[in-house]
Each structure stands twice: as structure tokens, then as C-alpha cells.
């Protein structure tokens, strides 16, 4: 079973970045494509990106063209690097890990991020 935690959240001004990092442990990272989601208050959580073992990497909707996720299968990390955010940005982003035998998926704590002037 893996364990996700996240890092990288904060409050930014609208245009700017932030790099999300989920670091995974206690399981064998290569079985696992890896997510990101997010919930905004109010909001049911969404698909933001998703990247197979292998590099495939995708962008869902909104994001795409300002996110970018990458993973490195050495360290066990997955990354969502932000760009041009935007207030509509704003949630709680979480690490998901989706095991491609199994089905099974888990879920990281969370961490906020907050775009706003």
C-alpha cells in the first residue's frame, strides 16, 4: 500500500506559479499512474492531470497549456508545475495514485493553494 504526502501549496497572485510535490512511499512507484486532483469548496473533486509510469503525461480542460505534470520514477515523486495562475485555480489539489493491476487508488492529505490578488 502506498502512502502520498503533498507539499508545495500556498498563496500566490494571479499570473504566477507554484510546483506542487507528492512524494510516495511503501509501494512499488512504477505500478501506479499518478494523478493530480482538486476540489474547490463547494465543487466535486476533478481530474487536473494524470502520467503513466512510462512519461505519458496529460492535462485535463482548464489547465492545459498553464500545467505541466512530470514524475520521477528514481525518487518516487510525482510534480505539477503551475503556471498563469488564475483565481478559478484556487483549491485544495490532491496526489492520487492508481494501482494498474489492483484498481485500487489512494489518496494523498491534501494542500491548499490560493490564488488571489
Known amino acids: 500500500q502506498v502512502q502520498l504526502v503533498e507539499s508545495g501549496g500556498g498563496l500566490v497572485q494571479p499570473g504566477g506559479s507554484l510546483r506542487l510535490s507528492c512524494a510516495a512511499s511503501?509501494?512499488?512507484?512504477?505500478?501506479?499512474?499518478m494523478k493530480w486532483y482538486r476540489q474547490a469548496p463547494g465543487t466535486q473533486r476533478e481530474l487536473v492531470a494524470f502520467?503513466?509510469?512510462?512519461?505519458?503525461?496529460n492535462c485535463v480542460g482548464s489547465v492545459k497549456g498553464r500545467f505541466t505534470i512530470s514524475r520521477d520514477n528514481a525518487k518516487n515523486a510525482v510534480y505539477l508545475q503551475m503556471n498563469s495562475l488564475k483565481p478559478e485555480d484556487t483549491a485544495v489539489y490532491y496526489c492520487?495514485?492508481?494501482?494498474?493491476?489492483?484498481?485500487?487508488?489512494?489518496w494523498g492529505q491534501g494542500t491548499q493553494v490560493s490564488v488571489s490578488p
Open positions: 492520487n495514485a492508481f494501482h494498474v493491476t489492483t484498481h485500487k487508488d489512494y
Open positions: 511503501g509501494g512499488i512507484f512504477t505500478f501506479y499512474v
Open positions: 502520467i503513466t509510469s512510462a512519461g505519458s503525461a
